[in-house]
């Protein structure tokens, strides 16, 4: 009997201990993950996104590896695991992984490395210096895409430090060669598939909360994106001396095409991802024209009176049709010589549905030569991802507790990123980075005086924290 009542009693005591033991771990856990001196944490990004500006990886040639090491060391000195992924000389990505308990898909953060170039003499601050002024931080690749790197390692540094419970693991890629062909992002999907097998989705550099006229308008999200199609159109001909025209000549029939392919008015097509971004824009709208135009976008673009109004609106233009761009032509290098070929460069970017082959198709036929050579310099087809997703879900609830009443709208990027390599991958890829911005802002990434507010790093932090809290 006496026995019997030590065993209850003893284990009554088990009972009560495990559960205060269990209380206490409760508590430790919860204010680990809650307490963050976030001040600290911005001061911490904002230390690295310098460090990072300071290192030149202007591409090209690139020289990402040594940004790569720079943010290996800082999340190794955490115990996180990384890896070096080398792919070329100079040129390398940084993979590393934080393990959540598997029981959700993981999740990428994806960033790039490398920089397009500089012209120091066009800048106020010197472009690789990382100065910080009057509140932000200036230099090539603040907001393009470095900025958004330190906030990633920062915050897989600080979900690690403190010990915040994932059901996901969450993965950092901090690629090389983004802005001059992707073959950093190709590399790891090539040769290392199995580091991001399985992943649910991946959060990359695209739309941003954006500000205008002073006020935050939306949190864009871009779901999808067009793909680039960049192509060199040649001409052959006579060649002679200047002083003699000849109507054949290649520089002649070139301009004559071009001038074909500059009255081109490519179809309007409206996506469901558009249309719908623009009924949720049209609640904020204060031109009552427009207001009532964007509840049905697609409608309103096929009556003669709205179409011109609406597609005077160069990103909405983009939006909704195949576009393309004359960048660049040549001839000959002496002004007294008729060239034997002459050649112009397009950038044309596609909508989601089109092929580059279809697009060059309808080329020529616009075109209307068949002797003129058409070579293609870069092209991918256009991607896009689902827009009612635990992520977007996620970000939603976020947007409402920062910014209640501002909406959160799908959008469709005009220009072309990484994401849409890994979709194929059955990756859920989305274009948003937390930094709140309005046009000034936005000219200066690829432009002058590129910079990033020390304001914006802190709040594109603990957005993103909050959002993977939310989302595990």
Wanted: glycine share 8%; charged share 25%; hydrophobic share 40%.
């Amino acid at each position: 009997m006496v026995s019997h009542q030590l065993a209850l009693s003893y284990a009554a005591i088990m009972r009560t201990l495990f559960l205060v033991l269990f209380v206490f771990f409760l508590g430790v856990s919860s204010t680990r993950a809650t307490d963050i001196d976030w001040t600290k944490a911005q001061d911490e990004a904002v230390k690295l996104l310098q460090e990072l500006i300071r290192i030149d990886t202007t591409n090209p040639p690139g020289n990402e590896r040594a940004a790569a090491l720079h943010l290996q060391k800082l999340l190794e000195a955490d115990g996180i695991e990384t890896r070096i992924l080398d792919y070329a000389p100079g040129r390398a990505n940084l993979y590393a992984r934080l393990k959540g308990d598997g029981s959700r898909r993981p999740i990428i953060l994806l960033s790039h490395t490398d920089v397009v170039m500089a012209e120091p003499q066009r800048w106020t601050i010197p472009p690789f210096s990382g100065e910080l002024r009057d509140g932000f931080i200036y230099g090539r690749g603040a907001s393009d895409m470095k900025g958004t790197a330190a906030v990633h390692a920062t915050l897989l540094r600080l979900l690690k430090r403190f010990n915040v419970p994932l059901k996901r693991d969450v993965i950092l890629l901090a690629v090389a060669d983004e802005e001059a062909g992707g073959s950093g992002a190709i590399s790891i999907i090539k040769d290392h598939p199995e580091l991001i097998r399985g992943a649910e989705f991946l959060i990359n550099e695209g739309d941003v909360p954006y500000i205008k006229d002073g006020k935050l308008e939306q949190y864009g999200v871009d779901v999808m994106e067009k793909a680039a199609l960049w192509l060199r159109i040649s001409a052959r001909g006579p060649t002679g001396h200047g002083s003699i025209p000849l109507p054949n000549s290649a520089v002649e029939r070139l301009l004559s095409a071009l001038e074909r392919l500059r009255r081109w008015e490519t179809p309007i097509q409206v996506s469901p991802a558009v249309a719908e971004g623009y009924r949720m824009k049209a609640a904020r709208q204060k031109d009552p024209v427009l207001k009532q135009a964007y509840l049905d976008i697609e409608k309103s673009l096929r009556n003669p009176l709205l179409k011109g109004k609406l597609l005077s609106d160069s990103t909405l233009n983009a939006e909704v049709r195949n576009t393309f761009t004359i960048t660049g032509l040549k001839g000959s290098e002496k002004v007294n010589v008729i060239p034997g070929i002459a050649s112009a460069q397009i950038d044309a970017r596609l909508l989601p549905g089109e092929t580059p082959e279809g697009f060059i198709a309808k080329l020529r036929s616009v075109l209307s030569d068949p002797s003129l050579e058409i070579e293609v310099l870069e092209g991918s087809t256009p991607t896009g991802s689902n827009a009612n997703t635990p992520l977007m879900e996620a970000i939603r609830k976020v947007a409402v507790r920062r910014d209640p009443g501002v909406p959160v709208i799908p959008t469709m990027l005009t220009s072309s990123t990484d994401s849409a390599k890994f979709r194929p991958l059955g990756i859920t890829a989305y274009g948003f980075e937390p930094f709140k911005l309005d046009d000034n802002e936005l000219s200066r990434s690829h432009g002058d005086d590129e910079r990033l507010s020390v304001e914006n790093v802190g709040f594109g932090l603990k957005f993103l924290y909050e959002v993977l809290i939310e989302l595990n």
